[in-house]
Every structure is written in C-alpha cells, then in structure tokens.
C-alpha cells in the first residue's frame, strides 16, 4: 500500500489582469489568468515553448520565470523566486476595484 499522497495545490488568485511578457521570441501581452507566490497560468499568443525563460511585467515589478507547460494559448509559468505579497496584495485591489464599480 502506497502512503503517497498527493500535494494539493496552493491556492489560485484568480484574475484578468494584463502582463508583459519578455523572451527571446521579442514581447507580447498576455492575461494572467490565475496566479500564486511562485507561478502562473498567462494566456497569450503561443510564441514561446515548454522550458523558455521569460520575463513579465505585473504590477510594475519584473519577474523571472521558466514555462511549465504549453497548452495551445496558455503557459504555465514558474518563477524562480516567490513573487513579494504586495504584488499579489495589488492585484487584489486592482480586481476589487473593477469588480466594485
């Protein structure tokens, strides 16, 4: 019997939010559609490949990541270092504000 358990994922923000995204492809925007402290899931023009490292722009900070996975056009991204909470804190606001208005 195997005591393997599965990891359960961390939780998702989900958003809309716009980012830029940097590679050796040249830039494009994208939608992050959900995010967490050390990835993302960013749907945009599939101009990069599994294993490509790039960099996005959200909330006006620059962040590194490397593609998970491809899947027509969504990335998934992991970065190689946990986002700061203000970041994710902003987007946050950012979100409450569309959703209030």
């Not at 992050?32 to 900070?61: C, F, K, R, W, Y």
């Not at 969504?74 to 569309?98: C, K, M, N, T, W």
């Amino acid at each position: 019997m195997s005591t393997d358990q599965p990891v359960p994922r961390k939780p998702r923000l989900e958003t809309k939010a716009t980012v830029l995204l940097r590679s050796g492809a040249g830039e494009n925007y994208g939608v992050i559609a959900n995010l967490h402290d050390d990835g993302a899931m960013v749907e945009t023009e599939p101009n990069v490949d599994q294993g490509d490292v790039v960099s996005l722009v959200v909330a006006g900070a620059e962040v590194y990541a490397q593609v998970a996975w491809r899947k027509e056009n969504q990335i998934g991204l992991s970065f190689y270092s946990p986002i700061p909470v203000e970041i994710v804190e902003q987007l946050h606001r950012e979100i409450d504000a569309r959703i209030k208005f």
